[in-house]
C-alpha cells in the first residue's frame, strides 16, 4: 500500500479479503444494506399522528382505496439507511476522481459557504425584485466574468447542464436562421464529439453530417471545407465543435474551421465543456465562436455526478445576441431587472427565442461559480488550468512506455487519451482494468469514450489533485498493466472482488431496468 509519501505499508493480501464470510453479511464496518423496502418498514411509520376525524371527501372516484404501499422507517433507521447507502458512494471528496470529460475536481468549501449565505439561500425566485437586488448583482457580475473569459457579447444564465445549453445556443442559432428565412439544416459534427452534440442537432430537426477526423485526433480545416462543398455551402446551418476536443486536444485549425463555415453562411457552435484547459488563456470569441456553453459544474468547481445540480451558461456573439431566451438581465439607472416576458424583451428590441427553464436556472451554482472564479483571480484561472494541463500530462509521460496514445505521442491538454492496443495478447480490456482499478480504490478512469479509438481510457486527473494522489494512480495502473502484460487475464476477469457487488449485467440494467419494488 502507498502512503502519501509513496512508502509501501503491508495490506492484507486479496485473497484473504476475499475468503472471510461473516455471519452477519456485513464486513468490517460496512453493512450490507437492504432496500427500504425490504427492511419491512411497510406497516410502519417514523411519526406518531393522531386518527384523521372521517369527513367525506371531496376527491370522489380520485380518492385512494389501498394502502399507498410507502415503507416507514423510525428516524434513527431512516437515517442509518441512508448513511449506510452513502457510504458505497464514491465522490471526490473520497478519492482520486480521474473520469476523463466529466472535470471531477474539488469543490471548494469557501463556495459552500458563500452559497449559503442568507441573501442567496434564502430568496424566492417570485420574489420582488427590488428585494433581491444582491442576487441580480451577483448574476452580472458572473456574466461579466463569463463574457470577458470568453470575449463574447452576450449570455443566456438559465440552461441547467451542459447539454441544454447547447440546446440553448443551437436554438439561438435556428432562431436568427428563421429571423433570416433561411432553410439551412446541416450541421456538421466531427466523428469524436460528445454525443449530445448530434442528438441537440438531431432533437432540433437539422440534418447531421459528421466530419472525420485526422491522424493526429484533430479536425482539419479541408475536411470542413471539403463537407461544406459536400453538402451544399447554402445548406449548412452551422458546425458543433468542441474545443479542447473529447480526445483531449486542441483543435489547431479552429480559426480555419470557423472562417469557412462563416464563409458559407453557417454558425460556429463550441462545445465549450473543456474550457477547464484554457480559462485564462484564449478567449473562444477570438477563434471566430458564435456560441459556447460553459460547464459550471466541470470548469467552475461546483459539484456534480449525483453530487448537485448542473448549470450550463451559454456565451454568444453578437450576430446571435438578439436571440438570448428569457430571462436576461438589464440595468437600468441603479436597478437590475430580470426581463422576463417575451413581449417585454421585442419591447426593449430583442428577438428571444422563448424560454428554457421555468425561473432564471441555477442560483447556487452561481454563486459557488463566482466564488471559485473571485477566489482565483483572472491569474489564478490561468494557473489552474495550466496546472490541469501539467497533471494530464505528468499522467501520460508516467504511463506512456506501457500505455498506446492513439494519435501518437503529443501534448495532451487537460485530459489523456489511452487505447487498449498495448494490452494486445493479453486477455486482459479495459474494462478488465477499469473494475481491478475498484479493487484498488480509485474511480475509474471513463472507458471506451471517444469512440474513435478501440478501447479508450481517458484519464482527467484536474488541477486540484496533488502529486502523490496522481503518483499512487500511476503507480498502480502501472502495475495492473505491467501485470497483465506478464500474468495474463486471470486475475482480470474476475474483478471487482472487493466490492459489495461484483461485475453487473450492465447492458442487462441498460436495457432491461428494473425500476419498481415489485414486492416479495
Ligand atoms: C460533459 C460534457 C457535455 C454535457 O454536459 P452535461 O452537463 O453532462 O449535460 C457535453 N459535451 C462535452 C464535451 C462534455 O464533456
Given at each position: 500500500?502507498?502512503?502519501?509519501?509513496?512508502?509501501?505499508?503491508?495490506?492484507?493480501?486479496?485473497?484473504?479479503?476475499?475468503?472471510?464470510?461473516?455471519?452477519?453479511?456485513?464486513?468490517?464496518?460496512?453493512?450490507?444494506?437492504?432496500?427500504?423496502?425490504?427492511?419491512?418498514?411497510?406497516?410502519?411509520?417514523g411519526?406518531?399522528?393522531?386518527?384523521?376525524?372521517e369527513?367525506?371527501?371531496k376527491?370522489?372516484?380520485?380518492?385512494?382505496?389501498?394502502?399507498?404501499?410507502?415503507?416507514?422507517?423510525?428516524?434513527?433507521?431512516?437515517?442509518?439507511?441512508?448513511?449506510?447507502?452513502?457510504?458505497?458512494?464514491?465522490?471526490?471528496?473520497?478519492?482520486?476522481?480521474?473520469?476523463?470529460?466529466?472535470?471531477?475536481?474539488?469543490?471548494?468549501?469557501?463556495?459552500?459557504?458563500?452559497?449559503?449565505?442568507p441573501?442567496?439561500?434564502?430568496?424566492?425566485?417570485?420574489q420582488?425584485?427590488?428585494?433581491?437586488q444582491?442576487?441580480?448583482?451577483?448574476?452580472?457580475?458572473?456574466?461579466?466574468?463569463?463574457?470577458?473569459?470568453?470575449?463574447?457579447?452576450?449570455?443566456?444564465?438559465?440552461?441547467?447542464?451542459?447539454?441544454?445549453?447547447?440546446?440553448?445556443?443551437?436554438?439561438?442559432?435556428?432562431?436568427?436562421?428563421?429571423?433570416?428565412k433561411?432553410?439551412?439544416?446541416?450541421?456538421?459534427?466531427?466523428?469524436?464529439?460528445?454525443?449530445?452534440?448530434?442528438?441537440?442537432?438531431?432533437?432540433?430537426?437539422?440534418?447531421?453530417?459528421?466530419?472525420?477526423?485526422?491522424?493526429?485526433g484533430?479536425?482539419?480545416?479541408?475536411?470542413?471545407?471539403?463537407?461544406?462543398?459536400?453538402?451544399?455551402?447554402?445548406?449548412?446551418?452551422?458546425?458543433?465543435?468542441?474545443?479542447?476536443?473529447?480526445?483531449?486536444?486542441?483543435?489547431?485549425?479552429?480559426?480555419?474551421?470557423?472562417?469557412?463555415?462563416?464563409?458559407?453562411?453557417?454558425?460556429?457552435?463550441?462545445?465549450?465543456?473543456?474550457?477547464?484547459?484554457?480559462?485564462?488563456?484564449?478567449?473562444?470569441?477570438?477563434?471566430?465562436?458564435?456560441?459556447?456553453?460553459?460547464?459550471?459544474?466541470?470548469?467552475?468547481?461546483?459539484?456534480?455526478?449525483?453530487?448537485?445540480?448542473?448549470?450550463?451558461?451559454?456565451?454568444?456573439?453578437?450576430?446571435?445576441?438578439?436571440?438570448?431566451?428569457?430571462?436576461?438581465?438589464?440595468?437600468?439607472?441603479?436597478?437590475?431587472?430580470?426581463?422576463?416576458?417575451?413581449?417585454?424583451?421585442?419591447?426593449?428590441?430583442?428577438?428571444?427565442?422563448?424560454?428554457?427553464?421555468?425561473?432564471?436556472?441555477?442560483m447556487?451554482?452561481?454563486?459557488?461559480?463566482?466564488?471559485?472564479?473571485?477566489?482565483?483571480?483572472?491569474?489564478?484561472?490561468?494557473?489552474?488550468?495550466?496546472?490541469?494541463?501539467?497533471?494530464?500530462?505528468?499522467?501520460?509521460?508516467?504511463?506512456?512506455?506501457?500505455?498506446?496514445?492513439?494519435?501518437?505521442?503529443?501534448?495532451?491538454?487537460?485530459?489523456?487519451?489511452?487505447?487498449?492496443?498495448?494490452?494486445?495478447?493479453?486477455?486482459?480490456?479495459?474494462?478488465?482494468?477499469?473494475?481491478?482499478?475498484?479493487?484498488?480504490?480509485?474511480?475509474?478512469?471513463?472507458?471506451?469514450?471517444?469512440?474513435?479509438?478501440?478501447?479508450?481510457?481517458?484519464?482527467?486527473p484536474?488541477?486540484?489533485?496533488?502529486?502523490?494522489?496522481?503518483?499512487?494512480?500511476?503507480?498502480?495502473?502501472?502495475?495492473?498493466?505491467?501485470?497483465?502484460?506478464?500474468?495474463?487475464?486471470e486475475?482480470?476477469?474476475?474483478?471487482?472482488?472487493?466490492?459489495?457487488?461484483?461485475?453487473?449485467?450492465?447492458?442487462?440494467?441498460?436495457r432491461?431496468?428494473?425500476?419498481?419494488w415489485?414486492?416479495?
Amino acid at each position: 500500500m502507498l502512503n502519501n509519501k509513496g512508502r509501501v505499508t503491508q495490506p492484507p493480501t486479496q485473497e484473504v479479503l476475499q475468503d472471510i464470510s461473516t455471519v452477519s453479511g456485513h464486513r468490517g464496518l460496512s453493512w450490507e444494506e437492504p432496500l427500504i423496502f425490504e427492511n419491512g418498514g411497510l406497516d410502519q411509520s417514523g411519526v406518531d399522528l393522531p386518527d384523521v376525524p372521517e369527513t367525506d371527501s371531496k376527491l370522489g372516484d380520485l380518492a385512494r382505496t389501498e394502502d399507498i404501499g410507502l415503507p416507514g422507517l423510525s428516524e434513527p433507521e431512516a437515517v442509518r439507511h441512508y448513511v449506510r447507502l452513502s457510504q458505497k458512494n464514491y465522490a471526490i471528496d473520497s478519492g482520486f476522481y480521474p473520469l476523463g470529460s466529466c472535470t471531477m475536481k474539488h469543490n471548494p468549501r469557501l463556495n459552500e459557504k458563500m452559497a449559503r449565505l442568507p441573501g442567496f439561500s434564502d430568496i424566492h425566485p417570485l420574489q420582488p425584485q427590488e428585494t433581491v437586488q444582491g442576487a441580480l448583482g451577483l448574476m452580472e457580475e458572473l456574466s461579466a466574468w463569463l463574457m470577458e473569459l470568453t470575449g463574447m457579447a452576450a449570455i443566456a444564465l438559465s440552461p441547467k447542464a451542459g447539454a441544454h445549453g447547447e440546446l440553448c445556443g443551437m436554438m439561438a442559432i435556428k432562431a436568427a436562421l428563421e429571423a433570416a428565412k433561411s432553410k439551412r439544416d446541416i450541421v456538421l459534427v466531427p466523428e469524436s464529439a460528445h454525443g449530445t452534440n448530434p442528438a441537440t442537432a438531431a432533437l432540433l430537426g437539422f440534418k447531421v453530417a459528421s466530419i472525420p477526423a485526422d491522424e493526429d485526433g484533430t479536425v482539419r480545416a479541408k475536411a470542413v471545407q471539403s463537407a461544406i462543398a459536400d453538402n451544399g455551402a447554402d445548406q449548412i446551418a452551422g458546425i458543433m465543435l468542441t474545443n479542447p476536443n473529447t480526445c483531449g486536444l486542441f483543435e489547431r485549425e479552429i480559426k480555419a474551421i470557423a472562417d469557412a463555415v462563416h464563409e458559407a453562411g453557417g454558425y460556429f457552435y463550441c462545445d465549450g465543456a473543456n474550457f477547464n484547459a484554457i480559462m485564462g488563456r484564449v478567449r473562444p470569441g477570438d477563434l471566430g465562436v458564435d456560441a459556447m456553453h460553459f460547464n459550471l459544474h466541470k470548469t467552475f468547481s461546483t459539484p456534480h455526478g449525483g453530487g448537485g445540480p448542473g448549470s450550463g451558461p451559454v456565451v454568444l456573439s453578437s450576430r446571435l445576441a438578439p436571440f438570448a431566451p428569457v430571462p436576461f438581465l438589464r440595468t437600468e439607472g441603479d436597478t437590475l431587472t430580470l426581463v422576463e416576458h417575451e413581449d417585454e424583451a421585442q419591447a426593449k428590441g430583442a428577438l428571444p427565442f422563448g424560454r428554457l427553464t421555468a425561473f432564471q436556472g441555477q442560483m447556487g451554482m452561481y454563486v459557488r461559480a463566482l466564488s471559485y472564479i473571485l477566489s482565483h483571480g483572472l491569474d489564478g484561472l490561468a494557473q489552474a488550468s495550466g496546472d490541469a494541463v501539467l497533471n494530464a500530462n505528468y499522467v501520460r509521460v508516467k504511463l506512456k512506455d506501457v500505455l498506446n496514445q492513439p494519435f501518437g505521442d503529443q501534448t495532451c491538454c487537460h485530459e489523456v487519451l489511452f487505447d487498449e492496443t498495448s494490452l494486445e495478447g493479453t486477455g486482459v480490456t479495459t474494462l478488465d482494468i477499469a473494475k481491478r482499478l475498484i479493487d484498488e480504490g480509485f474511480h475509474p478512469m471513463t472507458i471506451y469514450f471517444p469512440l474513435v479509438c478501440k478501447g479508450a481510457m481517458l484519464i482527467e486527473p484536474t488541477e486540484s489533485e496533488s502529486k502523490a494522489s496522481i503518483d499512487q494512480f500511476v503507480t498502480t495502473l502501472r502495475a495492473l498493466v505491467e501485470e497483465a502484460k506478464s500474468e495474463g487475464d486471470e486475475a482480470f476477469h474476475q474483478a471487482p472482488v472487493l466490492t459489495p457487488r461484483r461485475r453487473l449485467d450492465e447492458t442487462g440494467a441498460a436495457r432491461k431496468p428494473i425500476l419498481r419494488w415489485a414486492g416479495e
